[in-house]
Protein backbone atom coordinates (compact mmCIF):
# COMPACT_ATOMS: atom_id res chain seq x y z
CA UNK A 1 0.00 0.00 0.00
CA UNK A 2 0.67 3.45 -0.27
CA UNK A 3 1.95 6.24 2.33
CA UNK A 4 3.09 9.29 2.45
CA UNK A 5 5.78 11.07 4.94
CA UNK A 6 6.33 14.84 5.55
CA UNK A 7 8.55 15.81 7.95
CA UNK A 8 9.40 17.76 10.52
CA UNK A 9 6.10 18.02 11.94
CA UNK A 10 6.89 21.01 13.58
CA UNK A 11 8.88 24.03 13.03
CA UNK A 12 9.64 27.15 14.68
CA UNK A 13 12.27 29.43 12.77
CA UNK A 14 13.53 33.09 13.11
CA UNK A 15 12.24 35.15 10.77
CA UNK A 16 15.04 35.73 7.47
CA UNK A 17 16.16 32.00 7.84
CA UNK A 18 15.87 29.44 5.43
CA UNK A 19 13.05 26.73 5.22
CA UNK A 20 13.02 23.12 3.95
CA UNK A 21 10.11 20.38 4.27
CA UNK A 22 10.50 17.35 2.95
CA UNK A 23 7.86 14.99 1.41
CA UNK A 24 8.05 11.31 0.34
CA UNK A 25 6.03 8.95 -1.31
CA UNK A 26 5.79 5.02 -0.95
CA UNK A 27 4.98 2.21 -2.63
CA UNK A 28 3.84 4.03 -5.99
CA UNK A 29 5.78 5.30 -8.96
CA UNK A 30 5.78 8.88 -10.81
CA UNK A 31 2.78 10.50 -8.45
CA UNK A 32 1.17 14.17 -8.97
CA UNK A 33 2.25 15.70 -5.78
CA UNK A 34 1.29 18.63 -4.27
CA UNK A 35 2.53 21.43 -1.33
CA UNK A 36 -0.89 22.68 0.25
CA UNK A 37 -1.13 25.71 3.00
CA UNK A 38 -3.99 25.94 5.27
CA UNK A 39 -4.11 29.12 7.15
CA UNK A 40 -5.86 29.56 10.65
CA UNK A 41 -7.32 26.03 10.34
CA UNK A 42 -9.36 26.58 7.52
CA UNK A 43 -8.84 26.80 3.45
CA UNK A 44 -6.45 25.21 1.34
CA UNK A 45 -3.95 27.06 -0.41
CA UNK A 46 -2.48 25.41 -3.63
CA UNK A 47 1.15 26.25 -3.69
CA UNK A 48 2.76 24.05 -6.14
CA UNK A 49 2.24 20.70 -7.68
CA UNK A 50 4.78 18.62 -9.83
CA UNK A 51 3.88 15.57 -12.70
CA UNK A 52 7.04 14.12 -12.90
CA UNK A 53 10.64 14.86 -12.00
CA UNK A 54 12.26 18.76 -12.10
CA UNK A 55 8.57 19.82 -13.57
CA UNK A 56 7.33 22.11 -11.10
CA UNK A 57 3.61 24.26 -11.30
CA UNK A 58 3.33 27.27 -9.09
CA UNK A 59 0.15 28.11 -8.16
CA UNK A 60 0.73 31.64 -6.16
CA UNK A 61 4.17 33.87 -7.01
CA UNK A 62 5.46 34.32 -3.11
CA UNK A 63 8.68 33.45 -1.34
CA UNK A 64 8.30 29.52 -1.43
CA UNK A 65 9.88 27.54 -3.94
CA UNK A 66 9.76 24.06 -4.79
CA UNK A 67 11.53 20.98 -6.17
CA UNK A 68 11.40 17.35 -7.23
CA UNK A 69 15.06 16.10 -7.39
CA UNK A 70 13.20 12.19 -7.42
CA UNK A 71 10.68 10.55 -8.60
CA UNK A 72 8.65 10.42 -4.95
CA UNK A 73 10.28 13.25 -3.20
CA UNK A 74 9.02 16.60 -3.02
CA UNK A 75 10.86 19.81 -0.90
CA UNK A 76 9.51 23.17 0.02
CA UNK A 77 12.06 25.82 0.06
CA UNK A 78 12.36 29.19 1.54
CA UNK A 79 15.69 31.45 0.92
CA UNK A 80 14.70 33.60 3.91
CA UNK A 81 11.67 33.28 5.57
CA UNK A 82 8.68 35.66 6.71
CA UNK A 83 5.79 36.18 9.80
CA UNK A 84 3.32 35.67 7.04
CA UNK A 85 4.98 32.15 5.95
CA UNK A 86 3.47 30.59 9.29
CA UNK A 87 0.77 28.02 8.91
CA UNK A 88 -0.07 24.48 8.09
CA UNK A 89 1.62 22.93 5.30
CA UNK A 90 0.05 19.75 4.11
CA UNK A 91 1.89 17.75 1.36
CA UNK A 92 -0.17 15.36 -0.98
CA UNK A 93 -0.01 12.84 -4.20
CA UNK A 94 -2.30 10.93 -6.01
CA UNK A 95 -1.61 8.39 -9.01
CA UNK A 96 -0.34 9.70 -12.05
CA UNK A 97 -1.29 9.64 -15.39
CA UNK A 98 -4.55 10.87 -17.01
CA UNK A 99 -8.74 9.96 -15.00
CA UNK A 100 -9.79 10.45 -12.09
CA UNK A 101 -7.89 9.74 -9.15
CA UNK A 102 -7.97 10.17 -5.22
CA UNK A 103 -5.46 12.70 -4.07
CA UNK A 104 -4.21 11.86 -0.33
CA UNK A 105 -2.21 14.16 1.93
CA UNK A 106 0.37 13.39 4.47
CA UNK A 107 -0.15 14.59 8.46
CA UNK A 108 1.41 18.62 8.10
CA UNK A 109 4.04 20.19 8.97
CA UNK A 110 3.92 22.97 11.67
CA UNK A 111 5.56 26.32 10.59
CA UNK A 112 5.69 28.79 13.02
CA UNK A 113 7.90 32.24 11.68
CA UNK A 114 9.40 34.44 14.85
CA UNK B 1 -14.22 29.16 -13.03
CA UNK B 2 -15.05 26.26 -11.42
CA UNK B 3 -16.39 26.20 -7.66
CA UNK B 4 -17.02 24.08 -4.41
CA UNK B 5 -19.13 25.89 -1.60
CA UNK B 6 -19.58 24.95 2.03
CA UNK B 7 -22.43 27.52 3.33
CA UNK B 8 -21.99 26.87 6.58
CA UNK B 9 -18.94 27.46 8.76
CA UNK B 10 -20.30 25.53 11.65
CA UNK B 11 -22.87 22.74 12.09
CA UNK B 12 -23.99 22.02 15.34
CA UNK B 13 -25.98 18.36 15.99
CA UNK B 14 -26.57 16.15 19.57
CA UNK B 15 -25.20 12.67 19.44
CA UNK B 16 -27.10 10.19 18.10
CA UNK B 17 -28.96 12.44 16.01
CA UNK B 18 -28.45 12.66 11.99
CA UNK B 19 -25.95 15.10 10.34
CA UNK B 20 -26.18 16.81 6.85
CA UNK B 21 -22.90 18.79 5.85
CA UNK B 22 -23.76 20.68 2.72
CA UNK B 23 -21.77 21.00 -0.27
CA UNK B 24 -22.59 22.64 -3.86
CA UNK B 25 -20.36 22.70 -6.62
CA UNK B 26 -19.74 24.79 -10.25
CA UNK B 27 -17.79 22.75 -12.57
CA UNK B 28 -17.91 22.11 -16.72
CA UNK B 29 -18.13 19.19 -17.43
CA UNK B 30 -18.89 15.51 -15.15
CA UNK B 31 -18.47 16.71 -11.48
CA UNK B 32 -15.62 14.13 -9.35
CA UNK B 33 -16.56 15.21 -5.91
CA UNK B 34 -14.87 14.23 -2.55
CA UNK B 35 -15.26 14.82 0.88
CA UNK B 36 -12.25 14.78 3.24
CA UNK B 37 -12.24 14.93 6.91
CA UNK B 38 -9.47 16.96 9.17
CA UNK B 39 -9.14 16.42 13.16
CA UNK B 40 -7.06 18.86 14.79
CA UNK B 41 -3.46 19.07 13.97
CA UNK B 42 -3.77 16.58 11.77
CA UNK B 43 -3.69 15.68 7.68
CA UNK B 44 -7.03 15.66 5.28
CA UNK B 45 -8.52 12.40 5.75
CA UNK B 46 -10.71 10.61 2.32
CA UNK B 47 -14.13 9.83 3.07
CA UNK B 48 -15.53 9.22 -0.09
CA UNK B 49 -16.09 9.75 -3.46
CA UNK B 50 -18.48 10.24 -6.71
CA UNK B 51 -17.69 9.50 -10.05
CA UNK B 52 -20.07 8.20 -11.44
CA UNK B 53 -23.39 5.71 -10.85
CA UNK B 54 -25.13 5.87 -7.53
CA UNK B 55 -26.51 8.87 -6.64
CA UNK B 56 -25.92 7.69 -2.56
CA UNK B 57 -21.82 7.07 -2.53
CA UNK B 58 -21.18 5.08 0.66
CA UNK B 59 -17.85 5.75 2.12
CA UNK B 60 -15.47 5.40 5.75
CA UNK B 61 -16.80 5.42 9.30
CA UNK B 62 -20.51 5.41 8.37
CA UNK B 63 -20.35 8.69 6.42
CA UNK B 64 -22.60 8.51 2.94
CA UNK B 65 -23.23 11.20 0.57
CA UNK B 66 -25.75 12.28 -1.68
CA UNK B 67 -24.95 13.06 -5.39
CA UNK B 68 -28.08 15.50 -6.76
CA UNK B 69 -27.47 16.97 -10.45
CA UNK B 70 -30.07 18.88 -10.23
CA UNK B 71 -29.64 21.08 -6.78
CA UNK B 72 -25.92 20.81 -7.92
CA UNK B 73 -25.40 19.70 -4.29
CA UNK B 74 -22.91 16.89 -2.77
CA UNK B 75 -24.39 16.80 0.94
CA UNK B 76 -22.68 14.49 3.46
CA UNK B 77 -24.53 12.84 5.53
CA UNK B 78 -24.83 10.15 8.75
CA UNK B 79 -27.64 9.03 10.69
CA UNK B 80 -26.33 9.12 13.96
CA UNK B 81 -24.00 11.46 14.83
CA UNK B 82 -20.66 10.32 17.81
CA UNK B 83 -18.90 12.75 19.55
CA UNK B 84 -16.00 11.97 17.33
CA UNK B 85 -17.67 13.13 14.05
CA UNK B 86 -16.20 16.36 15.49
CA UNK B 87 -14.15 17.62 13.13
CA UNK B 88 -13.24 19.97 10.48
CA UNK B 89 -15.03 18.35 6.75
CA UNK B 90 -14.20 19.76 3.50
CA UNK B 91 -15.72 18.83 -0.11
CA UNK B 92 -13.57 18.93 -3.33
CA UNK B 93 -14.00 18.44 -6.65
CA UNK B 94 -11.46 16.86 -9.14
CA UNK B 95 -11.09 19.25 -12.74
CA UNK B 96 -9.57 16.65 -14.70
CA UNK B 97 -5.93 18.76 -14.45
CA UNK B 98 -4.49 17.76 -11.92
CA UNK B 99 -6.05 20.49 -9.91
CA UNK B 100 -8.24 20.23 -6.77
CA UNK B 101 -10.91 22.22 -5.78
CA UNK B 102 -11.74 22.55 -2.16
CA UNK B 103 -14.57 24.15 -0.35
CA UNK B 104 -13.75 26.51 3.02
CA UNK B 105 -14.72 24.03 4.71
CA UNK B 106 -17.05 23.58 7.52
CA UNK B 107 -16.33 22.40 11.50
CA UNK B 108 -19.35 19.83 12.96
CA UNK B 109 -19.69 19.78 16.02
CA UNK B 110 -21.49 16.71 18.30
CA UNK B 111 -22.81 17.31 21.19
CA UNK B 112 -22.83 14.71 24.05
Known amino acids: SQTIHQWPATLVQPVGSPLSLECTVE??????LYWYRQAAGRGLQLLFYSVGIGQISSEVPQNLSASRPQDRQFILSSKKLLLSDSGFYLCAWRPGGQGLNTIYFGEGSWLTVV | AQSVAQPEDQVNVAEGNPLTVKCTYS??????LFWYVQYPNRGLQFLLK??????LVKGSYGFEAEFNKSQTSFHLKKPSALVSDSALYFC??????????FGTGTRLKVLA
Open chain 1, 27 to 32: GTSNPN
Open chain 2, 92 to 101: ASEGGTYKYI
Open chain 2, 27 to 32: VSGNPY
Open chain 2, 50 to 55: YITGDN
